[in-house]
């Protein structure tokens, strides 16, 4: 790995993790997934018969808006990448930059207000835009799991904890109450919480208890992919370490795939194999975390770990980006590289060897 302070500082001596978790329409205000990065062996990927690592998710040039004010705004614009078995891929961003869109798109959970104007999804070989609402509802949940943003606040306060888990868990399976209870007893030992907790209320439970409460919701139907939308936001950081060392096991054990969003460069150095760096509702710049870290290419990416260089042990926390984004390049106000030519085109993904970088001063010809 690099010699960037990110990559040094990890939690308990190795990188990984990442988790999400929603909720479920009909079934109270639990939902079911969670989210893992954690480097994964190559050896563990999955293969094709002919041995070829198979992408389980594939996302190409997916372009989403939100009505506002009458007309539809960019939130997300042009983001393609894939996700092979076994992977981690950390998607990282400063606020407003379309991480969460980008993740409530896979899992086919966009508000009314939003609509995809372009691009496709490919999640273990189904097109889930084409899904209709029941056959997407077999996909999440089950498949791919996502623990979100303050997703503590998922859980149905009036319920006990483990009334809710059997009520999710039989809502996506056929089986009875007694084999849900033993799924669900299971899943909370599997977080390193007692059987007990099931007859708690979560106003009873501590934030890193009520953290793992979610995330054995989202291990509980066994999903393949997770989506981790800032699961440790709003813990202690001792509380923080101890869920990102948690979800790292779950990821291990369970072989588990996962997309871990952050604005927290320093979980990703823990977490992660792969880096998707957003800006503007698109993707900068992506390749392995190591590479990435080793040699920013994108004028952004250098930004952020330039800064990130400066730290010594404090966090990283991204700032917010909040313009519209309009025909150049989004980062153009703020690059130091800029040239007038960035102003006026949107950049395309180049590859430049095993990684994509979304500026026109690089890989390519150069204007001024
Ligand atoms: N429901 C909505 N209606 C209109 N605009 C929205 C809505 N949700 C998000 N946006 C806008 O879409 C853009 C991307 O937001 P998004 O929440 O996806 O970014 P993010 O990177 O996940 O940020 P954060 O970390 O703050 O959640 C922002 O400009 C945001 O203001």
């Not at 097109?127 to 149905?156: I, P, T, Y």
């Not at 009875?176 to 007692?194: H, I, P």
């Not at 981790?228 to 923080?240: G, I, N, R, S, Y």
């Not at 588990?256 to 969003?261: N, R, W």
């Amino acid at each position: 790995m690099g010699e960037h302070a990110l990559l040094r500082r990890t939690v308990g001596g190795n990188c990984q993790w990442g988790m999400v978790v929603g909720r479920t329409p009909g079934v109270g205000n639990i939902g079911g997934g969670i989210c893992f990065l954690a480097p994964i062996p190559e050896a563990r990927r999955g293969t094709g018969t002919g041995g070829e690592v198979m992408a389980l998710l594939e996302v190409e040039n997916l372009s989403v808006s939100y009505l506002t004010d009458g007309s539809y705004v960019d939130a997300v614009r042009d983001v393609s990448f894939t996700v092979e078995k076994g992977d981690s891929l950390a998607i990282v961003g400063e606020s407003g930059s379309g991480k969460t869109t980008l993740a409530m798109t896979l899992m086919g959970l966009l508000p009314v207000t939003a609509r995809v104007t372009s691009g496709r999804v490919t999640f273990d070989g189904t097109d889930l835009l084409k899904l209709k609402e029941e056959e997407l509802r077999r996909v999440r949940w089950r498949k791919m799991g996502m623990v979100f943003q303050a997703s503590q606040n998922a859980l149905d306060p009036v319920r006990k904890v483990g009334q809710q888990l059997v009520e999710l868990y039989r809502y996506h399976t056929k089986s009875t109450k007694e084999e849900a209870r033993g799924e669900v007893l299971r899943a909370l030992e599997s977080v390193n919480l007692d059987r007990s907790v099931a007859n708690l209320y979560p106003h009873e439970l501590s934030g890193g208890m009520k953290q793992r409460v979610v995330i054995a919701a989202a291990i509980l139907l066994d999903p393949k992919l997770l989506i981790a939308d800032e699961p440790t936001t709003a813990l202690d950081v001792v509380t923080q370490a101890e869920i990102l060392l948690l979800l790292k096991r779950v990821v291990r054990e369970r072989e588990l795939t996962l997309i871990f969003i952050t604005h927290d460069l320093n979980l990703v150095s823990v977490l992660c194999k792969r880096i998707m760096v957003m800006y503007g509702g698109t993707d900068m710049e992506q390749g392995t975390l190591e590479d990435v870290v080793a040699s920013p290419s994108h004028p952004y990416t250098a930004h952020l770990l330039g800064t990130l260089e400066g730290l010594e042990e404090g966090k990283l926390v991204l700032g917010t980006h909040r313009e519209v984004i309009k025909g150049g390049c989004p980062f153009y106000s703020r690059c130091p590289e800029a040239v007038d030519y960035c102003r006026v085109r949107f950049p395309d993904r180049r590859e430049i060897g095993p990684r994509s970088v979304r500026c026109l001063l690089r890989g390519g010809e150069t204007r001024s």
